[in-house]
């Protein structure tokens, strides 16, 4: 059982940075074949953001996110670490990391395919 805890979140204006961070306890992260980011807003579905394959560099982002946001591993330390740059208020949310057993490409951002939730970290942008 794959038990993760997210950290990093806080309140930050609009154009800070955050970094993110997701601590894997139990059973290594490795055990997974993909790990993402996913947030939700209030009144929102949870959405996916970002996305890395376990046993490699190749990424996926959210078109939202795209060319702001950094999603990165270390399988040594049972981390991973999404870096958020230039911050809007739309990015506002309860951000959850996730494993998923299936392929990156197969998995998608598709909550279904996903497991091993973290109880989230809160990230409030103010304009």
């Known amino acids: 059982q794959v038990r993760q805890v997210e950290s990093g979140g806080g309140s930050v204006q609009a154009g800070d940075s955050l970094t993110l961070s997701c601590t894997a306890s139990?059973?290594?992260?490795?055990?997974?074949?993909?790990m993402g980011w996913f947030r939700q807003a209030p009144g929102k579905e949870r959405e996916g953001v970002a996305r890395?394959?376990?046993?490699?560099?190749?990424?996926y982002y959210a078109d939202s996110v795209k060319g702001r946001f950094a999603i990165s591993q270390d399988l040594s330390r049972n981390i991973m670490t999404l870096q958020m740059n230039g911050l809007k208020p739309d990015d506002t949310a309860m951000y959850y990391c996730?494993?998923?057993?299936?392929?990156?490409?197969?998995?998608?951002?598709?909550?279904?395919?996903?497991?091993?939730w973290g109880k989230g970290t809160q990230v409030t942008v103010s304009a």
């Open positions: 890395i394959l376990t046993a490699g560099t190749t990424t």
């Open positions: 996730a494993t998923s057993t299936s392929s990156c490409t197969y998995a998608g951002f598709v909550t279904g395919n996903w497991n091993n």
């Open positions: 139990g059973d290594t992260l490795g055990s997974s074949n993909c």
